[in-house]
């Protein structure tokens, strides 16, 4: 039986344990049939051992270093566990007799128009959203103690971060207080707030956890989330 050839590198990252015992095997096969030269009966049989054991070193190393695939044994007629994921996640795929959507030519390609983002759109995006306002500001211990001669509270400083809440997102509207002295010049203090993790931005930890998991850990195309 004709196999492939192993290659040194091959042969070398084999077990010392399957090493010892092939060489084993095929030395015990050849001192058998060269102790049997004139017993043809014997030579087949022995040639047959050794061909099972050339047999077993090319399993082995295929084994080793062939491509691995995970297999599933699937009724016909009946989707598999594969199918149902590559048709949930890749849904433009699966649509397509070898997995792949032909391409368009040049000519029926769209082309869209360059274009301004309209001003305004974050909050107008927001709107939908169920708003809930969080009030940070400064006890009056902590007023005094950076203006004794006295403050007023100026314009406080407000931004919005959006909330995810399994099935359901929810708006944080911050209100920052902010505090300037009476007679302190330009002194201006803000109220503790919770750090954010991008400037200007609605992201919060939950929100950033969530397209995380869907991105990265499900493997769903942004522009499905």
């Known amino acids: 039986m004709n196999g492939p050839e192993i290659t040194d ?52 190393t295929q084994n080793r270093f062939g491509r691995k695939s995970e297999t599933e044994n699937q009724i016909e007629g009946q989707m598999s566990m594969s199918d149902l994921f590559n048709n949930i996640l890749n849904e433009p795929e699966s649509l397509t007799e070898n997995g792949v959507p032909p391409e368009k030519d040049i000519d029926e390609v769209v082309k869209v128009k360059e274009h301004t983002r309209k001003k305004g759109k974050r909050k107008e995006n927001l709107s939908v959203c169920r708003a809930e306002i969080v009030i940070h500001e400064c006890s009056k211990e902590e007023l005094d103690a950076a203006f004794p001669h006295g403050w007023h509270e100026l314009t406080e400083d ?6 995810c809440i399994p099935a359901k997102f929810k708006i944080l509207e911050h209100h920052v207080k902010v505090y300037g002295g009476n007679h302190d010049g330009d002194s201006v203090i803000r109220a503790d707030h919770p750090a954010r993790i991008l400037s200007h931005s609605i992201l919060t930890p939950g929100l950033f956890a969530m397209i995380f998991n869907m991105k990265y850990v499900n493997a769903i195309p942004l522009n499905r989330l």
Request: hydrophobic share 35%; charged share 25%; net charge negative.
């Open 9 to 60: 590198s091959e042969l070398n990252n084999l077990p010392k344990e399957t090493i010892i015992f092939l060489f084993l095997q095929l030395r015990e096969a050849y001192r058998q049939l060269s102790a049997n030269d004139t017993n043809s009966g014997t030579n087949e049989k022995l040639v047959k051992q050794i061909e099972d054991l050339t047999e077993q070193i090319d399993i082995l």
């Open 158 to 163: 407000v931004y919005s971060e959006l909330q």
